[in-house]
Each structure stands twice: as C-alpha cells, then as structure tokens.
C-alpha cells in the first residue's frame, strides 16, 4: 500500500474480507521478519498489514529510542499509527473486525497507541513488551477500548524485558478495568509456536 504514511508488505486474504490484522515489529527488524506468520496463522479472511517504524536502526527499523528517550519517539510513532489506521478504516477494512498484533517495542506500541485510538478494534495482542507508564494510559485511553479484548504474553526467562515487570504492569491496567487475558511462556525474548497456536485460537474465538 503506497499511500500509506510508513512502508509496509501488505498480504492479502485469501477469502475477500474488511478483515485485517496490522503487524508491528520489534526494534532492529522490519516487516520483513514477519512474512513468515499470515501462513502459519492459516486465518483465510484475515488481510495482513506489516509495517515497517518510522526510524532507521542498523539493518532494521525502531518506533522510538531506547530509555531514558522513549516518549518523543513514542509518540510519533502513534501519530504515524493514527494516520495509517484512519486511512485503512476509511474504507478499505473494518475497524470492529481488525486486530493489532505487536512484538516488543510493537507490544509497547500496541498499548500505548492501541488504547489510546479513536476506533475500538476486534482485539490487541502484545507479545513480550511493556507499558511506558501504566498510569498515564489509563487516564489518557479511549473510555470506549474497554470494550476491546486484549492478550498479553511474555516469557518467563525474557532478558531483554523482564517478564515481572510485565506481570506487574498488566496487573495495574486490569485493576484500572482493561480486559487483558494475560499468559505466560517459558521462552526467552521470542515468540514461541504454542503461543502462536494460542494466539491463533483467540483470533479465531474474535473473528471468524
């Protein structure tokens, strides 16, 4: 889609659908590095939008520097987000039935942009990340995302992001009334295929 305010691979459905579910990509990769998950998901009325972030890093791409630099990056990563988003809820695909599907600064993305958008999607999943700050989210969120369905996972051997601080954080948003199904894996800072078949299965409940 090259009207689109950042680069993209977009795959379409292999049943026509307003389907679709818009990847984001960890620190240092691209879109590229999620190519290999539309056919493992076997999801034939899903569309797939894999973004590529704003920023060069090395061989790859981030949506925001790293701590203590995050937020100006965040947040323009989340205007990009907006952009992107209204352009493909405008008429091509149908907010209520799309999912936003992160992977560790993704996953960050995914809450922070994710909850705080206009437009209430089918679901949000966030694999091995964090929140930059619980508490300004839950002021800050569309009232109307409590109606959205969230899934959170993190492994318990994660180096990169330690999974109690992800526990911990999910905890405070579920206390402040988001609806976060919340599951863990013993896996480093990766995406493990019981999870995937997990994830799989939760979509499905959602959407088909």
Known sequence: MTHLELDNIFIPSKIPSKKLMIILHGRGDS???FTSLPPFLELDEMNYL??????????GYSWYPLPPEQLPGITYSSEMLTKVLDELFSEDFNADESFLFGFSQGALLTFEFGARYHK???GYIAISGYIYDTQKLLLEMD???NRGQWLCTHGTYDAVLPFQT???QIEVLQ???FDITFKSYPKDHSIDRDELMM???WIKDRSM
Do not use: R
Not at 50 to 59: H, K, N, Q, R, V
């Open 143 to 145: 009232q109307e995302v």
């Open 175 to 177: 206390d402040g009334g």
């Open 166 to 168: 992800s526990q911990e």
């Open 120 to 122: 209430v999607l089918a």
């Open 199 to 201: 994830i799989q299965k």
């Open 31 to 33: 879109s590229e590095g």
């Open 50 to 59: 894999l973004l590529d972030a704003p920023f060069e890093y090395y061989t």
